[in-house]
């Protein structure tokens, strides 16, 4: 817009954006590749965060795991008869773990496995479930009739004879609290940001400012103890449904987290919109009601957009709140029933998991496809702002 | 928290790394009387440090099995696969097991409710959700709130193994954090149930529970528990490398067993080890 950058652009840019057309000081040039590996190590650490995640959860993709409750033995006798590589894999060791045991520990092991299938309860040992691999993906994702259940069900159950691993109810929960958190906060943040930056008097401005900023200064823990001491008992009586603690509470707790990330983005993008928009209307006879919610809104709009999806992102990947207020995974879209998140799932289960096990697999699954929701919606988001900038510039 | 917990642990074993040193981890259900046996130990043998973490009986097993824990707190037996990955590294030989106290669960329900006891088939029946009102069990004419814990607590296995049978929890169970968190649940909800320590119940009611319809309800106390007369209790265990049971460690673990050591069990809300099963 301004006239230098005409001029610019014009510059012949080099390599990685180090200008040719002048000289450099040596301290400026450091800085400035300094700066860019940092940036460049930004990348490289969500990339080495995403291939570790998803390293971990490779076996559940190739369907090297088996969680099937009765298993083949291999009585101690015939050890002999099998190659090592197959022992190996039978008493899931590791190649050096495999070497550094002796003969008479191998035995015993050997007797552990056999040992371990006859610690099955005799209720279980003819159950039509107990030869199935629940860590396939049809049981992962597809509603399966499990003995005792009446009809096919979504089941998340990680602990027990059979275990259960249906990561449906878990998806729909993290949405159904997301989707809650985010109704309840961006009108909030979005209104409390238009009020902040275009109708309120500066005196006002300088407390509710950093006020609701403030909000987010509250650890979230705490927030979900006073949802789950305060919060879920006023909700109830106001509202009267049957489970105390239950999605809607959750999303209402986790809207206070949300809105002071909404608010401050969007309240940055109205008040960068150019003060001309604001004058001309309101010379033109418009109301200040009328300029904020008709021109400076429209104006923001890509901006408060970005806040939105970056409260989407915040909400999403909130552990705390969600784990203290409700955490049944039940399989349904009613606000009023408990829900479970992915990232509740991952934090109160990881502590206990055997690592290297199915479940620990599981979760670290979970782990990669919440990472892989996140960037997509990210992406889409990004790709939308785009569009709204141009479109809102005049360019095509 | 734990984690804290556990970076001071490590923070503090650097400083103390002297002869002397015993770890203990594992069972949340057990971490507070551990810390309160190593407290008391330590002011009685100065010389000797110990260091108390949780995390959960899995966690312990976990530790034992990587020699990161000298003894391993569990409220539950060792599985099979446990064992056998402790044997890779002990040299063949499996964990020694020690009881080290008992313990009873409660059922805990909202005080205004109006129902006594229960037996032990209709507690699973309301925990599987096959029982969904309360007046199928003789109590008010209310819907049931399930609350229950966290899968990764010893005492969810517990429950889900021998009052559940083995089935699963309802999905409509809500998972609460911690057995205080339960009880404060309950208080909070009038047609709430809940379960954990009866020691822990604080100002909801404790139910009688009944082994079946005939029998007698029995109220959760220490005799009743004690006698085996209460249906609902499990041992709390310690497990050791017996490679490392000599020395400190076995010292340590014969005065937990002893009179000196099984008096500070009552405190915690546990109840001491009979007599008899004090040498096993």
Known sequence: MTPNTKNEDRRPHGWIGIHRGHKARPVEWLAEKFIFLVSLSAIAMVLLIFLFVAREALPVFFGETNTALIQPTIPVAEMDKHSPAELRRYLDLTPEQYKSVDHDTLLALMQGKIDEQNEVPENFRNDADAHINTTEWKYLVQAHQWSGYDKPEHIWQPVGQIKKFNIIPLFVGTLKITLIGLLF???????????????????VREIVKPVIEMLSGIPSVVVGFFALLVMATLLQKIFGYQTRLNAFVAGVALGFAVIPVIFSIAEDALTSVPRAYTQAALALGASRWQTAWQIVLPAAIPGVFAATVLGFGRAIGETMIVLMVCSASVMSWSIFDSARSITTTIAAEMGEVVAGGPHYRILFLLGALLFAATFISNMIADFVIHRFKNKLEGKR | MKKLFSILSVAALAVNLHAGNITVKGSDTLVILAQKWAEVYMGQHPEVKIQVSGGGSGIGFAALQSQTTDLCDASRPAKAAEIAKCQVVFGGKRPTEYKVALDGLSVYVNPENTLKELTVDQVGDIFTGKIKNWKEVGGPDAPITVYSRENSSGT????????????????????????????????????????????????SKLLNIKHDDNSPAIAPTEDNVLNGTYPIWRYLYVYVNPNLDKGEISAYLGWIRSDDGQKYVKDIGYYPLPKNLRNN
């Open chain 2, 156 to 203: 969810y296995e517990f429950f889900k193994e021998h009052v559940l049978k083995g089935k699963d929890f309802a999905a409509s169970a809500q998972t609460m954090p911690g057995t205080a968190a339960i009880v404060q649940a309950v208080l909070k909800d009038k047609s709430a149930i809940g379960y954990g320590g009866a020691a822990y119940g604080g100002n």
């Open chain 1, 185 to 203: 906060a961006v009108p909030l943040a979005v209104g409390a940001a238009i009020y902040v930056s275009q109708l309120a008097r500066p005196r």
